[in-house]
């Protein structure tokens, strides 16, 4: 993140309706989102200057910007899969920094199970045939088996079992008991997650995000505006984004993932160490990215992750590390691109505002720090944010 003299905040945060969501458009998704952020922030729409969004539209965000009435004067349709509203949060912070905007919305929407249910696509993820993809598509490589190839690399190489991995869904199915707005609540256990069927060998069905319909919108602004917020601001401390293959075949490591890069820049620019952080919000499609991430991010060592989310270590109650505290892609919400609703439930969670599943800290305060760490694509980009209040 540049450093130059304005500090930047979080001052607005929501969620449009989610899980199920029949009769609304993505359109619309994301302006409930949006207004509800900026309701949330209690600052008037006409001062926001700044738009970034992804996903919706011939020429986003053009169009979205256009459907909530903006016409900004900085915009960013940085699309990097789910890592992209981390990286956007990047990139805002950086332009209210330097004065190119004074305050930037960030809104995601989208209808993706309701989509399905009223056949308009179908549940097969396709990013195409051109370019590097070429030399993978007529082997039938999906998207889902791309992760489960790299969760089998890390077992044989680190000896991380399916148990382990299994233990993932389960705590995130703990946290979201807590949370009224998952879409999925009922405990599973271990065996629950062996036991479902198949969808990519190491992969069952419970190692896989669930899918929803949803929107998010976060607002950020120069420091001056915070006096006018009807919030206490959290503020962005450090940011970091890396990419690092399109192919497989490109990737150095399936055990390494491009957090391990975008963590260490966020970590040194905000100042701080993984150990002072109070909780983490990441992204978490499969089982296998939240337990590789943690590694990368330097919560553990390469090949620790398998002991370390063992014991209860992810929950919100007892967890020497409270993990995804919404319940996460795999029991909460994973409308496609999700890396925005991690940075709502951070802000959430910092302003203690996150209700039954709030965290505390030993001194029965609200936390301090935070991490959200998105992923896009097959791990080929990861943007990482660490937010922190006064």
Request: aromatic fraction near 6%; glycine fraction near 12%; proline fraction near 4%.
């Amino acid at each position: 993140m540049t450093r130059v003299s304005r500090k930047v905040a979080v001052v607005g945060v929501a969620l449009s309706d989610c899980g199920r969501v029949d009769d609304a458009t993505a359109y619309t998704l994301h302006a409930q989102a949006a207004r509800r952020a900026l309701a949330d922030a209690g600052l008037d729409r006409a001062l926001v200057d700044g738009f970034a969004s992804a996903g919706l539209g011939t020429l986003a965000p053009v169009e979205v910007a256009e459907y909530l009435g903006l016409r900004p004067a900085w915009v960013d349709s940085t699309s990097v899969g789910g890592s992209t509203w981390e990286v956007m949060a990047a990139h805002a912070a950086d332009a209210i920094a330097a004065g190119h905007a004074h305050a930037v919305l960030l809104v995601y929407g989208s209808t993706a199970r309701a989509d399905i249910k009223a056949g308009r696509r179908t549940g097969d993820l396709s990013f195409g045939a051109r370019g590097p993809l070429q030399f993978e598509v007529p082997y039938g490589h999906t998207l889902i088996a791309k992760y489960a190839m790299a969760a089998r690399r890390h077992m044989i190489e680190h000896g991380t079992t399916i148990e382990q991995l299994a233990e993932v869904a389960v705590q995130a199915r703990t946290n979201a008991a807590l949370n009224p707005e998952a879409m999925f609540r009922d405990p599973v256990t271990v065996d629950d997650v062996l036991a479902g069927p198949v969808i990519a060998d190491p992969f069952t069905k419970l190692h896989c995000c669930l899918r929803s319909d949803g929107g998010a919108a976060v607002l950020l602004a120069a420091e001056e505006y915070v006096r006018d917020c009807r919030t206490a601001p959290v503020w962005i401390l450090g940011t970091g984004e890396h990419v690092s293959h399109a192919a497989m075949s490109e990737w150095p490591d399936f055990t390494v993932s491009p957090a391990a890069v975008s963590g260490r820049l966020a970590f040194e620019r905000a100042g701080v160490r993984p150990a002072e952080i109070d909780f983490a919000e990441i992204y978490d499609a499969f089982t296998y990215m939240t337990l590789v991430t943690l590694e990368d991010l330097g919560f553990c060592g390469k090949g620790e992750g398998g002991a370390f989310v063992e014991k209860g270590r992810l929950l919100v109650r007892g967890g020497d590390l409270p993990v995804n505290t919404d319940g996460g892609g795999l029991s909460a919400q994973h409308p496609g691109m999700r890396g925005l609703f991690l940075l709502v439930e951070a802000v959430r969670q910092l302003r203690g505002e996150a209700g039954e599943r709030q965290v505390r800290r030993r001194d029965g305060d609200v936390p301090r720090l935070a991490v959200a760490s998105g992923t896009g694509g097959w791990f080929c980009s990861s943007g990482t944010v660490v937010l922190g209040r006064n």
